[in-house]
T-cell receptor
């Protein structure tokens, strides 16, 4: 079974620039999560999708961050414009929430963003 | 304020000993609690899930306890090995109509040969 794919793995941008991250979850997983992990901290949930609908985006800085999950499969997370404090690893995860849910989250390798 | 606390200091133990990691929380009544392992440069990997009505869960050398009165979970690795060295994260399901997980900051475990 293929895991969660993310790209790019690394990105360096200057502040005020825009950046986009892509995630392809495990096939059949209805729930998709985007997390932000700052160095030395645990992952912080930014947004959660159930199929192509947003379930929770209460911690997403909506003035600069946006995310979409078209057709309930792939997802993109965008930052526009980036700030220095956005430097972090952005993790995508998916889980199988249909049938008998196990709530086990499968994480991708993450995208390390550096804003200079 | 809502808080999930894990020991911020690294835990250093000798190979063969039992490692015990702590996850304390306040102001939550989680239905589930998960433990994950994270290696440098990689995403977290799921290890165990324990439900609020379960006191203990085991998987091979791993054991998790969940005390909803103390608001605490303990994660044990018995017969630890250098390969167990990693950061261990706890995550609480704080959702109501849907599952929503908040993570602790993790505890780094170093197992020395």
């Amino acid at each position: 079974e293929a895991g969660v794919a993310q790209s790019p793995r690394y990105k360096i941008i200057e502040k005020r620039q825009s950046v986009a991250f892509w995630c392809n979850p495990i096939s059949g997983h209805a729930t998709l999560y985007w997390y932000q992990q700052i160095l030395g901290q645990g992952p912080k949930l930014l947004i959660q999708f159930q199929n192509n609908g947003v379930v929770d985006d209460s911690q997403l800085p909506k003035d600069r961050f946006s995310a979409e999950r078209l057709k309930g499969v792939d997802s993109t997370l965008k930052i526009q414009p980036a700030k220095l404090e956005d430097s972090a690893v952005y993790l995508c995860a998916s889980s199988n929430s249909q049938g008998v849910p196990t709530y086990e989250q499968y994480f991708g390798p993450g995208t390390r963003l550096t804003v200079t | 304020s809502q808080k999930i606390e894990q020991n911020s200091e690294a835990l250093n133990i000798q190979e063969g000993k039992t490692a015990t990691l702590t996850c304390n929380y306040t102001n939550y009544s989680p239905a589930y609690l998960q433990w994950y392992r994270q290696d440098p440069g990689r995403g977290p990997v799921f290890l165990l899930l324990i439900r609020e009505n379960e006191k203990e869960k085991r998987k091979e050398r791993l054991k998790v306890t969940f005390d909803t009165t103390l608001k605490q979970s303990l994660f044990h690795i018995t017969a630890s090995q250098p390969a167990d060295s990693a950061t261990y994260l706890c995550a609480l399901d704080v959702g109501y109509n849907f599952n929503k997980f908040y993570f602790g900051s993790g505890t780094k475990l170093n197992v020395k040969p």
